[in-house]
């Protein structure tokens, strides 16, 4: 149930809204828009007297949610929520490019690619130092030092840092080297994890599931913002199907449905959405061309020598060459890149 | 196996590698490059000797193909394959697009949404007369008399038909009004029916089966090419997956891997593969932007009340609006919209 | 709509509802069931006056069909259809088994498999004659010299014939020799082919497309049955999923779903269902514990040299293994297998 | 790599052998079958020296996995896994049956279930404490009153208690009330949490992910084994497909891939793998037919009212007649039931 109050209610009349809406025990979740403001009435208990509250001063609409998540839907929070990266503002007009390798590997190989990407015009620096490898057999990632390799790519570079968390008493420590903590594919629905990162308050980039349906992907992130962690982004990076010629079947149609139903941002991820380099360029343009605020994007200098992903990950000058394109598709579907200094 | 002969082969040696694989028992393919020519070596029989054809006159080089199909193969092929259409070389710069109804309803519609799509800058008509429909009490479609409509909406507008066969015994009548056969997603592996076209040397719009793999596509191009009926674009419309916010999930992923696997043009469908016309536009703007040489779109006048479909289709002003954005996206990946007396 | 007839109606009260009915422009299908008749009505026009059937003499109740399917429910035709084979009345207790080779291909080979299912109890054989293939270059059959081989093994052994129609003009040809058309997977949305064999009025096994869903099955089996050819045998034969370690997924739960839903025979198809031998025997006895009424299986007495399917193919000594423990298996599950003078 | 012992290899023998992996930088884990030790060696170096380990004493063969799991694996441990369960030898003849609520919903409620399917023949109980909900407004389970329920149920009737683990850190918790650990389909990758399992040393269920490969639940499996526990069971639990009739396509293929690559005992899940208590039973069957160790099932005495789950959970009464049936097919495949005290 979310209760939308008229452009002109006052102060005291969404306060007295909430009040009432606590009484009957529930909790309450504000969103203030540009134009009105909305509550979402939020927990189980006795069914809530909708009529009662339509009649209060200031109210000009209860609503139910027609879906089965609240926060994360357009209804209950038209416009679009930004979340600030690096002077981009992500879900705004500003494309933001998230670039680096799969893994860190050591600190030289961090650095080089850092610079290279910044180079190129990546607004933020991503790499694993937490790895989920399907075997436990595989290289599982250098854990903190990696992350203190990425702390000090951005040191030398000013990139901030994306990196994933995967065990949820790890999130302080990865709180403290990250900008914005990712939680991967598999653990998409590892909801003590997404408790945790709701509670940390520091951002978020949610990927989809393998097999995750995209309103599962948008409960998932009410899990995160029903703590009110807002600065969520949704991440789409390629389904499992039955074809085999590429790594994933990147779900293009999930960007204009993800826009329509959520006001949170999206982020495209093409490396794992094909998993072979030569195609991520083509459906790299063609997420932005469908609508995405971003990529997210695996960029190697040795990729035959990477110790995971090699296979989609991009060199920096096939890199630069695709921000460079996706630079002059912008403007067409009313995006832009960032003029800042860090870009040249 | 291909023969691939030297740049400078004459005639002669061309014709002396071919009388000998004949010799052997096999049955030969030309395929004449800007550069080169290219024998493929079709049929089963004893194994063929690579050394003895190796050593010929004019030969490069003879090797096998890695693939199940052959004339559809890049390696074999490496030229893209331009059709013509209504002044456009698909499969070249020239970007086509065809639009029409799901259905053909009767001669008033079909016309009023042809001159439609005729202002709006489409290329070729669309419409279905015979419709393959999962149900037997579902409307059939017209048959021949909507075979009749189409052609006078030509007649009128001057663009040509694509329009559906499903029965090979109905080939011929529909070669009688159509400009190119299109097969359906449901027919994709009905091998009588290729065979049928394939024969027939008329253009042909295959579309992937809703649950076939990019290689099996390819696989049933090659049934046609192996008629020696080269003018067959594929169609890209989805496939069947797990998600259901969507009809079927676009696989943006196929168009970059079948330009590289092919040099047969490839069309993108995204009202079938989205299902809901709202995200038709995105998808559209995707798809080109992933190197799509054309689209396939549902445009109806009314449909509310089309007879199958509606909920894909366009209206005629958010289709032009498609088609604008189109013209603009076009350059940035090195494609353009032709000018030609047709659209204004 | 169906008109369910009261158990007392009389053959003029049935006459004169079909007569009303056919007035108002619609067309009727009849189901003589044990206990009462129930008139299907089929076509569209105008919306049908429910009310004023419903008061007519001998009418019971007038009901929507809740699926898109009619004549192929359960709703219209509560009790299990049943459609003699070499003695098994196939969808009661006795289990049907067909077996053979995927490819008929030589007299001597059919001949010699034919003997071999039938000492191990086999209802039927199979062998196909037209074989539709993925590439053009593959074994395509023997074409009607197999369809002559396989009378000549039905000849020597009693065992009728099940085998595979591809196209339409053929089935006439196909009628001929077999005593069942088979519809491939492929070919299950393939209409002209539908309509073709429900002409035929010869028994029919239809097999699940790879990736169509259960209703669609149905409605697929529907094209058939509007011709009045009850004779529908229906084959899961597994779909296709991400999951790579078999050939397909033997979708075991459509089992008991086409069961309920249908009074059409189910019968399984562990071959291509799992697509290796060494599962066969497991997925087919668990296909009989499901309720499967028989299954259609892949036997070769040389699979390392077989032309097609050799992988999934059982030896003669494997299949007579598993003909012993579904017989044993039978009882607990209400079924038997037939006594019969052609097994000993 | 596994070094494979000879039968005749002393102690002296195996302890060499160990040491001198040990020397090059490599762990070990030991399998001891009946007949021959096998001497798994883990880790990442340098390549290990085949040759020399292959020339020591009492070694008769050095021979790489062919699988990313290799504790997991047949070829490592030839003979089945037996993990005791009140009094049953899960992964033996004795079949298993699990079963109870989704959740636990009060302590009426979980003692009234448990005693009736202590009754029908239960082998232990399950019921969810701790649940994970696609959306954060679902119920989430009782919690650790839930598992306080879960162990006066197990007084009562002695039926020992299999439950879900989420969160890491309440693996302790957990342990002090579970006699088995369930990990649930969300969670299979998620790698902190098997490995916490692991470490504890409980035995555990482990469910395949929804969209999980079989290769991919074996290396799940090996993240636990890797520990030294080597008490898991592995849970056949449906897939996501594209088929929407059932919940889940429950992959009966699935059995005996497991039963011929891993030596692990595995349990179906018909429940989850239909999602319709209709076709519970009759896949509950098949599954003992193709090879299961044992099931497990929702049963709830008022599924219309369960908080979770209740339209596939059986009525006690349809869980007793499954058992009695899964009683007599169990001799068909060389299986039985136990007979013990708690069920008459």
Known sequence: MIVVMDAKASARDISDVIARIRAMGFDVHLSEGKERTIIGVIGRGRPIDREQI?????VQNVMPVS???????????PDDTLIPLNGVQVGGPDLAIVAGPCSVEDRTQIIEIAHAVREAGATALRGGAFKPRSSPYSFQGLGEEGLKYLADARAETGLPIVTEVMDPQAVPLVCQYADVLQIGARNMQNYTL????GESQHPVL?????????????MSAEYILSHGNMRVMLCERGIRTFETATRNTFDINAIPVLKQASHLPVIADPSHGTGKWEYVESVSLAAIAAGADGLILEVHHD???????????LKPEKFAALVEKARQLAPIVGRQFPVRETVR
């Open 303 to 313: 990729p035959e020598n990477a110790q995971s992903d090699g296979r989609q990950s």
């Open 67 to 77: 879906h089965p998540y609240k926060i994360a839907s357009r209804e209950y929070h």
């Open 194 to 197: 997404l408790h945790a990162v």
């Open 206 to 218: 949610l990927k989809r599931g393998m097999s995750s349906t995209i309103e599962e992907l948008l």
């Open 54 to 58: 339509g009649l209060m001063s200031g």
